[in-house]
């Protein structure tokens, strides 16, 4: 869980630099030729617990960290390497600056 920090402020920044990060990302797809969509899978909230909720946002959250960090070992791209290895700091700096402390 997350103390000592305001949750309407971190949940606002988080949602911020996941919509920048979508922006750079469709950026790098239409520059290589594809084409990006918004199709998805169902979303997942766990329930309707504000705990299970939170709870299941620092796993993804957890989750898309390892992600990134796979992909920037695997690719040969150095624009690509680049966008993912700024949109990984960014996800760092969030708990890094936001005051919370994310127990996971």
């Given amino acids: 869980m997350m103390e000592a920090c305001d949750l309407s402020r971190v949940t606002e920044a988080i949602s911020v630099d996941k919509i920048r990060h979508m922006w750079w990302l469709a950026d790098l797809i239409t520059a290589t030729g594809g084409k990006q969509t918004m199709e998805h899978k169902k979303l997942d909230f766990d329930g309707d617990n504000i705990k299970g909720q ?5 796993a993804l959250e957890t989750e898309s960290i390892e992600l990134y960090t796979n992909q920037i070992a695997e690719i040969d791209d150095e624009e690509v390497v680049g966008v993912l290895k700024h949109i990984l700091d960014k996800k760092k700096d969030i708990e890094k600056n936001s005051g919370c402390v994310w127990k996971h």
């Avoid at 939170?54 to 620092?58: D, E, S, Y």
Wanted: hydrophobic share 40%.
């Fill in 54 to 58: 939170l709870q299941r946002q620092i």
